[in-house]
């Protein structure tokens, strides 16, 4: 049953957690960790920590896809926004934590996300009546399973943030979808543990965050244009800001 009464957060306020959790992680990596390295100061414990309050944000963003694209009324608007974003983002992205304009093996986490959207774009449309012009349930399976292993071998190769896991992670929050509270929480401690498992214990901390998912009403908050493009955008601006402080720093 749904929280009625009392506390509730919107998709906006579950927004605000995951864009805080994730400007502290790209700073302590980009800025902290690098510096610390550079001058010998590095505080380890301090800099897990701060690593730690960054892993709250990758599990929160893949609950707001997996959402949004229960909500949305254009899934293919809603993946070309995605596009745009995570081109938008990669310069921003290596420049800010690897210190280069181009890193050819990493590649930032908004194309986890699109590899994630598509994949269960996929797997929802399978679910109709013609699939593709397939009626048949088997080959209906077979090309999901196609499609599923070709969006793996994307991550893998692409070198996106989480890889694979990040991936598996936003298929597995979509399979366990519910507008129940109790399902929205195993979706989500679900998907953290995948994460905990394919990419260690510090993912672990996320786990916290079925605290404010707990308290979500499943509405996403005000519309407006400057809250949506300050949410949109906070990204790669957040990502070109630290690098620009890591340039005058080093």
């Known amino acids: 049953m749904e929280n009625k009464a009392g506390f509730q957060i919107t998709g906006n306020g579950l927004k605000l957690i995951a864009i805080i959790t994730m400007l502290v992680d790209h700073a302590t990596y ?105 009626e048949n349930i088997v080959a209906k399976k077979l090309v999901v399973l196609l499609c599923y292993v070709a969006g793996m071998v994307a991550a893998y190769f692409a070198s996106v943030d989480y890889n694979i896991v990040g991936v598996a992670v936003i298929v597995l929050m979509y399979c366990l979808h519910g507008e129940e509270r109790n399902r929205r929480l195993l979706a989500f401690a679900a998907g953290v543990a995948i994460l905990t498992l394919g990419c260690g214990t510090l993912e672990s901390a996320a786990f916290l965050m079925l605290i404010p998912i707990a308290f979500y009403n499943g509405k996403r908050g005000s519309s407006s244009k400057i809250m949506r493009y300050s949410f949109n955008y906070f990204y790669p601006i957040h990502l070109f800001i630290i690098g620009i402080v890591r340039a005058i720093l080093l």
């Open 30 to 134: 980009g800025l902290y960790y690098t510096y610390g390295m550079a001058n010998d100061c590095l505080n380890w414990e301090l800099y897990r920590f701060l690593r730690g309050v960054g892993r709250m944000a990758f599990p929160i963003y893949c609950f707001l896809l997996v959402e949004g694209f229960f909500h949305t009324r254009n899934v293919k608007k809603y993946a070309i926004r995605l596009v745009i974003l995570a081109l938008l983002s990669e310069i921003p992205f290596d420049w800010s934590l690897f210190g280069d304009l181009f890193v050819w093996n990493k590649t930032n986490v908004v194309f986890t996300l699109l590899i994630g959207l598509l994949l269960i774009w996929i797997l929802e449309e399978s679910k109709k009546e013609k699939f593709w012009g397939i």
